[in-house]
C-alpha cells in the first residue's frame, strides 16, 4: 500500500540544524520530495532525490535516504526564522507515476 | 518563466452551488494535476490530465471533474457543493507527468469556502 508517515511538529532555535523524518511504504517509489508550504500558499519544491541515491546536498539542505528501512530525512542547516512552515515528504510510485503521495506534514518553529 | 497560476485565489460558496476554478501550467509543460489540501485528509489526489485527456483519477465523486484544453490550461469544476469541499485546492504542472525524472511544480491554490 502507499502510505507516507511524518511527525506533527518540530521546534528549534534560530541558528541550529533542523531534522524532519518521513517514512514510506511503497518500495518501488521512484522519486522521493520535499516540499515547503508557508501559511496561505502552495507548495514550493524544496529539493527531490532519486531512489538509487543515499544522499543529496543542495546549500543549506540534505536529504538522506535509506531505502532498506524506507527512511528519508531533510536536515536544514542553520536555521533561519523565514524556515518556519510545514514541510510535506513525498512519494511517487513507479505503478502509480502520475501522482504524488503527500505525508501529513510536519510543521517547523523556528524560535529566535 | 512564470510559474503555475491559478484564479481565483479565494472563492466563498454556498451548499448546493457549483464551482469552476482554473489553472495554467508552467509553458511547455502538458501534464495538469489537482490536488485537495484539507486538514482532516491532507493532501489528496484528486485527477490528472494530458493532452486534453484525463489519464488517472483519484478516490473522489463524480460531483468532482475537470478538463483541459488544447493550450494545456485545465479547470476542474466541483458541482452541487458540499460543505466537506471546503479546501485549499492546488494545481501541479509536469512536462509529461509521468518521465522517470518528472517534477511537480505547484500554483498557489485556490482557498474555496462553502457556507
Known amino acids: 500500500g502507499e502510505d507516507v508517515e511524518q511527525s506533527l511538529f518540530l521546534s528549534v532555535r534560530e541558528g541550529d540544524s533542523s531534522v524532519i523524518n518521513c517514512t514510506y511504504t511503497?518500495?518501488?517509489?521512484?522519486?522521493l520530495y520535499w516540499y515547503k508550504q508557508e501559511p496561505g500558499a502552495g507548495l514550493q519544491l524544496l529539493t527531490y532525490?532519486?531512489?538509487?541515491?543515499d544522499m543529496k546536498q543542495d546549500q543549506r539542505l540534505t536529504v538522506l535516504l535509506n531505502k532498506k528501512d524506507k527512511h528519508l530525512s531533510l536536515r536544514i542547516a542553520d536555521t533561519q526564522t523565514g524556515d518556519s512552515a510545514i514541510y510535506f515528504c513525498a512519494e511517487r510510485p513507479m505503478d502509480s507515476s502520475y501522482k504524488l503521495i503527500f505525508g501529513s506534514g510536519t510543521r517547523l518553529l523556528v524560535r529566535p | 518563466k512564470a510559474g503555475v497560476t491559478q484564479t481565483p485565489r479565494y472563492l466563498i460558496k454556498t451548499r448546493g452551488q457549483q464551482v469552476t476554478l482554473s489553472c495554467s501550467p508552467i509553458s511547455g509543460h502538458r501534464s495538469v494535476s489537482w490536488y485537495q489540501q484539507t486538514p482532516g485528509q491532507g493532501l489528496q489526489f484528486l485527477f490528472e490530465?494530458?493532452?486534453?485527456?484525463?489519464?488517472n483519477k483519484g478516490n473522489f465523486p463524480g460531483r468532482f471533474s475537470g478538463r483541459q484544453f488544447s493550450n494545456s490550461r485545465s479547470e476542474m469544476n466541483v458541482s452541487t457543493l458540499e460543505l466537506g469541499d471546503s479546501a485549499l485546492y492546488l494545481c501541479?504542472?509536469?512536462?509529461?507527468?509521468?518521465?522517470?525524472?518528472?517534477?511537480?511544480?505547484f500554483g498557489p491554490g485556490t482557498r474555496l469556502l462553502v457556507l
Open positions: 501541479a504542472s509536469s512536462l509529461l507527468g509521468t518521465g522517470r525524472e518528472e517534477t511537480q511544480y
Open positions: 532525490i532519486f531512489s538509487n541515491m
Open positions: 511503497d518500495s518501488s517509489s521512484t522519486y
Open positions: 490530465y494530458f493532452s486534453e485527456t484525463q489519464r
